[in-house]
């Protein structure tokens, strides 16, 4: 399976960006997937897992309440809508992944097996 981040740029703080993974290869419908980040100088960090079906979603701390996953599985394809950015939310953003079906979000990096290039986001303060 690839996985295609797209949607980054350049943004104000207070503004809004959506993030789309756009999956070829095969389905990814039937398994759980997340967004991570990586800012400048710092490890990646999960940012919000979302479960195979759409029901079920999880959020760091950090951005609870002003980021949104979703996913349109007949489409293959997962957002991350991003609202109230702050200069800190500035960081490459990948998309991924699990192995295991139909399962429930997950939050850790090694639960994820397939990941896409990342796409820049960049909030100026």
């Known amino acids: 399976v690839q996985l295609v981040e797209s949607g980054g740029g350049l943004v104000q703080a207070g503004g809004s960006v959506r993030l789309s993974c756009a999956a070829s290869g095969r389905t990814v419908s039937v398994y759980a997937m997340g967004w991570f980040r990586q800012a400048p100088g710092k490890e990646r960090e999960f940012v919000a897992g979302i479960n195979w079906s759409g029901s079920s979603t999880y959020y760091a701390d950090s951005v609870k309440g002003r980021f949104t996953i979703s996913r349109d599985n007949p489409k293959n394809t997962m957002y991350l809508q991003m609202n109230s950015l702050k200069h800190e939310d500035t960081a490459v953003y990948y998309c991924?992944?699990?192995?295991?079906?139909?399962?429930?979000?997950?939050?850790?990096?090694?639960?994820?097996?397939?990941w896409g290039q990342g796409t820049q986001v960049t909030v100026s303060a």
């Open positions: 991924a992944r699990t192995s295991d079906i139909y399962s429930n979000w997950r939050n850790g990096e090694r639960e994820y097996g397939y």
